[in-house]
């Protein structure tokens, strides 16, 4: 059974920071890319991070400079810091894993709800 579960999620005022966590289990190939996606209330789902294995990352626009994405392909975990925290960002997020050709493998987990209010 494969199994991603996100931590690290939580409610903080604007400007504050959280970390979130990914850890998988289960995953029967290698991990060629790791990202993280959020989904807002009456929103589509929208990439925030990703990175390879190669160590190459990319942001959208919202969050460069702001969120800073890590990992270890070899426990199959990744990482999300997430700084100077703004109300927009309130949505829930969620972890992916996946290989180079994506139909040949690809996983979610359940979400993390993050919340940014005064």
């Known amino acids: 059974q494969v199994r991603l579960v996100e931590s690290g999620g939580g409610s903080v005022q604007p400007g504050g920071s959280l970390r979130l966590s990914c850890a998988a289990s289960?995953?029967?190939?290698?991990?060629?890319?790791m990202g993280w996606y959020r989904q807002a209330p009456g929103k589509q789902r929208e990439l925030v991070a990703i990175?390879?294995?190669?160590?190459?990352?990319d942001y959208a626009d919202s969050v460069k400079g702001r969120f800073i994405i890590s990992g270890d392909n070899a426990r199959k975990m990744v990482y999300l810091q997430m700084n100077g925290l703004k109300p927009e960002d309130t949505a829930v997020y969620y972890c992916n894993m996946r290989q180079w050709v994506v139909s040949s493998g690809n996983y979610w987990g359940q979400g993390t709800q993050v919340t940014v209010s005064s």
């Open positions: 289960g995953i029967p190939f290698d991990i060629y890319a």
């Open positions: 990175i390879t294995n190669g160590g190459r990352t």
